[in-house]
């Protein structure tokens, strides 16, 4: 593996655990303010499960605008 795929490798596992952080500690500060009393256990579990979502979404996104891109790298080299 590249140095730059290793990279990008460490900054998007860096990605999801700061993400998951965040969001844990939000549902920690937040739940209760709008009377959700969720414990710990729970609030760990909807984090990894947002998590998962997240992740998902965000590499569905990912190959579809690099689809996009090869194809219009080939519409463009194929009007040259």
Same mark, same amino acid.
């Given at each position: 593996?590249?140095?730059?795929?290793?990279?990008?490798?460490?900054?998007?596992?860096?990605?999801? $655990?700061?993400?998951?952080? %965040?969001? =844990?500690?939000?549902?920690?500060? @937040?739940?209760? !303010? +709008?009377?959700?009393?969720?414990?710990?256990?729970?609030?760990?579990?909807?984090? $990894?499960?947002?998590?998962? %979502?997240? =992740?998902?979404?965000?590499?569905? @996104?990912?190959? !579809? +605008?690099?689809?996009?891109?090869?194809?219009?790298?080939?519409?463009?080299?194929?009007?040259?």
């Amino acid at each position: 593996m590249k140095q730059s795929q290793t990279m990008s490798l460490i900054e998007a596992i860096a990605n999801v $655990a700061v993400g998951f952080g %965040v969001a =844990v500690l939000a549902q920690v500060v @937040l739940f209760p !303010l +709008f009377g959700l009393d969720v414990t710990l256990t729970d609030n760990l579990l909807i984090g $990894a499960i947002f998590t998962a %979502v997240s =992740v998902v979404r965000s590499y569905a @996104l990912r190959r !579809l +605008f690099e689809a996009i891109r090869i194809r219009r790298s080939e519409t463009t080299t194929a009007g040259r």
